[in-house]
């Protein structure tokens, strides 16, 4: 319930306070309402349904402004005017800001203000800075800080030599991934604040110019290889104002396509409507309310989202009829999973790939239905791409040739791994179904090798694409069983002698629990897949350089794969999980006690730290700066297409004055 509206005073160009004197909300504003969290919504004011409908006077307060409509004001980038104190573009008579004060898109002040000076206090402001996500306290400052924005964008392979409008660039998480991958980027961002907050986390970025401005008031040219709509069509019913909000997103589509060049593509991040999460509980991203999408938003008034049909439909009609969808689950905004969209129409388990339960950040969720196990069901059934929990669509005319590899991947499934580790351990792992291989690689310029030296050795590699169910789906089924317990248990039985099989090394400790080779510190349930052969274990990333005990296994397969991806679930049966794991295991080792299960607790938060890189991780050193770094990063990824000994060849001829030519074709 709304208490209080606070207004705080605002202040001109000089910074002299101005007091409001008034505040008039009426139908057709948008407003941004932030909750003590922090967590902002920000909707229009049209419920009128409420007192009035169309016949009532004042309904015609809430008009629809397209871009056409307003032409007579609308501006082109290029008469915008530098603003030095800011570092943005602005159009020259709105230099004092005064013309875009109404944008209401916020996070609420004290939000993003402290973003702004988070941002401003960090040296590191690359994308992922491990630095910039020690200053995320709260949801809103996670999103715009935390590693991983860029995931879904990433696995794309777009080329790197092209110029890229971003439409709501939002505080430049993604503007920051651009602006350091590719040649040219314009930013274009509503509210001034942000403006300035993107401006600053691409400060060192001189191919990056960001511009304040109100997309209904913008003319484009188009001159651009790439438009970005990443979280921002799904509010044109919000900001592009319509009676009918499926004709603001089309107006908004029709505004981002006017800036492609004829062989230009659109590219756009939103969540799904009737994504698998919200069936099972999570809340509406956008209006916070249950099944709001799935019921087709009864309510009026606040974003909305698509299906994937209803989206191909709406990209057709404004003359983009070559789509590729990607699935991303948990969502587009920190994708770990991302799916080629398309149905291979054979076996390949692509539900493996998917994460669970979908984490929910800033909203609540309930836990109906079980994520991993309905997401095998629709994956059976030919409709996992339909549940998806969010799309990245990259959409154009026809397929440009630069993008080919973007609209048509060879991969079907990507999983990029950047939260919680050190940063050069960031890795992503693409499944290839051509040669049957999953292919595991660092994303940020340096290879494994730099961990050298440190007790958990991190070797990304190319293994074998295995058939079959991953022993944690099992795990999953006797979840929701009758037996749940034995299940269970007789799993942990049948996983635990693989484990001595494969890994023991015939010895025991002085309590007795048998020794195994630090490098099965990855084989637990929720990497071995159930082969027609056998079981496989997959994704093996880590080792530890000492040799680990049995019991820690299957303490580590009980807290991740049993009790960490099920524990939504598992709560309504049991209520004591350590009661639960230490009875599970003495199944196995009757003697294993509370003292132990302490021990292997610590000694797994221990090697979790060294994995984050906090006990002594690689140093990280950023050095983007603007063109050049985009550049070098384009000739090191060509680099490394060239074969290993006429790669040495051209290190040893370089010499000492050419050590930055060694530096991009070395390792
Ligand atoms: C959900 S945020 C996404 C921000 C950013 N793309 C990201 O992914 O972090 C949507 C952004 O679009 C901007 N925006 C929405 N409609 C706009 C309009 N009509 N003109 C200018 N900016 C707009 C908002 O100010 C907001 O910053």
């Given at each position: 319930m709304i208490e209080q509206i606070t207004v705080p005073d605002g202040h001109d160009r000089n910074g002299a306070p101005v007091a409001v004197a008034r505040l008039d909300l009426q139908m057709g504003d948008v407003v941004s309402l932030v909750d003590h969290t922090s967590a902002g919504k920000t909707t229009l004011i049209n419920d009128s349904g409420l007192g009035c409908n169309q016949d009532s006077p004042g309904y015609a307060d809430i008009h629809f402004e397209s871009p056409g409509s307003t032409m007579r004001q609308s501006r082109r980038l290029t008469d915008f005017a530098y603003q030095e104190d800011l570092g943005i573009y602005m159009p020259e008579e709105d230099g004092n800001g005064a013309g875009l004060e109404r944008f209401a898109y916020s996070d609420g002040d004290e939000a993003e203000d402290y973003v702004l000076g988070a941002i401003r206090e960090a040296s590191d402001v690359s994308d992922n800075s491990p630095e910039l996500s020690r200053y995320a306290r709260d949801w809103a400052s996670y999103y715009h800080l935390a590693p991983g924005r860029a995931n879904a964008i990433r696995v794309l392979d777009l080329p790197r030599d092209i110029s890229v409008l971003e439409l709501g660039s939002g505080c430049g998480a993604i503007s920051r991934y651009l602006g350091e991958n590719h040649r040219e980027l314009h930013c274009v961002e509503g509210s001034p604040r942000r403006a300035v907050i993107t401006r600053e986390r691409c400060r060192d970025l001189d191919n990056v110019k960001v511009y304040c401005a109100d997309f209904r008031k913008l003319e484009l040219d188009p001159s651009y290889d790439l438009v970005l709509l990443n979280g921002v069509l799904e509010y044109a019913p919000v900001f592009f104002r319509s009676g009918d909000p499926d004709e603001a997103t089309a107006a908004l589509l029709r505004f981002a396509t006017s800036a492609l060049k004829k062989d230009g593509v659109l590219l756009i991040g939103i969540e799904n409507k009737i994504g698998l999460k919200y069936w099972c509980g999570a809340s509406e991203d956008h209006t916070g309310r249950l099944f709001d999408g799935i019921q087709g938003y009864p309510t009026s008034g606040s974003a909305r989202t698509y299906t994937r049909?209803?989206?191909?439909?709406?990209?057709?009609?404004?003359?983009?009829?070559?789509?590729?969808?990607?699935?991303?689950?948990?969502?587009?905004?920190?994708?770990?999973?991302?799916?080629?969209?398309?149905?291979?129409?054979?076996?390949?388990?692509?539900?493996?790939?998917?994460?669970?339960?979908?984490?929910?950040?800033?909203?609540?969720?309930?836990?109906?239905?079980?994520?991993?196990?309905?997401?095998?069901?629709?994956?059976?059934?030919?409709?996992?791409?339909?549940?998806?929990?969010?799309?990245?669509?990259?959409?154009?005319?026809?397929?440009?040739?630069?993008?080919?590899?973007?609209?048509?991947?060879?991969?079907?499934?990507?999983?990029?791994?950047?939260?919680?580790?050190d940063r050069v351990a960031h890795c992503m792992t693409r499944f290839y179904p051509q040669t049957a291989t999953v292919e595991k690689r660092c994303i940020e310029y340096v290879s494994g090798a730099v961990r050298d030296g440190l007790p958990m050795g991190h070797a990304p590699g190319t293994e074998r694409w295995h058939p079959g169910q991953l022993l944690s789906y099992e795990v999953a089924r006797a979840v929701m069983s009758k037996h749940f317990r034995e299940t269970v248990a007789a799993l942990l039985a049948e996983y635990h002698a693989e484990l001595l099989r494969r890994f023991g090394v015939g010895t025991a400790d002085d309590e007795g629990f048998p020794l195994v080779r630090g490098e099965c510190f990855d084989f637990i349930m929720g990497n071995i897949i159930r082969t027609p052969g056998g079981l496989e274990g997959i994704d093996e990333e880590?080792?530890?350089?000492?040799?680990?005990?049995?019991?820690?296994?299957?303490?580590?397969?009980?807290?991740?794969?049993?009790?960490?991806?099920?524990?939504?679930?598992?709560?309504?049966?049991?209520?004591?999980?350590?009661?639960?794991?230490?009875?599970?295991?003495?199944?196995?080792?009757?003697?294993?006690?509370?003292?132990?299960?302490?021990?292997?607790r610590s000694l797994e938060e221990m090697l979790m730290a060294e994995i984050r890189g906090e006990l002594g991780g690689t140093a990280w050193n950023s050095s983007h700066s603007g063109t050049a770094a985009w550049l070098k990063r384009a000739i090191k990824a060509a680099a490394r297409q060239v074969p290993a000994d006429i790669r040495a060849k051209i290190v040893r001829g370089s010499g000492a004055l050419h050590s930055k030519v060694a530096s991009l074709f070395a390792g």
């Open positions: 049909r209803e989206l191909t439909r709406i990209l057709e009609a404004a003359g983009l009829s070559v789509c590729t969808f990607y699935s991303c689950f948990p969502d587009y905004k920190f994708a770990t999973s991302i799916l080629a969209g398309s149905d291979p129409g054979s076996d390949f388990n692509i539900h493996n790939w998917i994460e669970y339960p979908a984490e929910c950040l800033g909203l609540s969720r309930e836990y109906l239905i079980h994520e991993g196990l309905a997401a095998k069901v629709l994956y059976d059934a030919g409709l996992i791409h339909e549940f998806a929990n969010s799309f990245l669509v990259v959409a154009a005319a026809e397929t440009p040739k630069a993008f080919e590899r973007a609209m048509h991947p060879d991969w079907l499934a990507s999983k990029v791994s950047v939260a919680n580790r880590w080792a530890s350089d000492r040799t680990l005990t049995a019991d820690y296994l299957l303490f580590r397969s009980l807290c991740h794969d049993v009790i960490g991806r099920n524990k939504p679930w598992l709560g309504q049966t049991i209520h004591d999980v350590d009661e639960f794991s230490i009875t599970t295991i003495r199944t196995i080792y009757p003697s294993y006690s509370r003292r132990r299960h302490e021990r292997n």
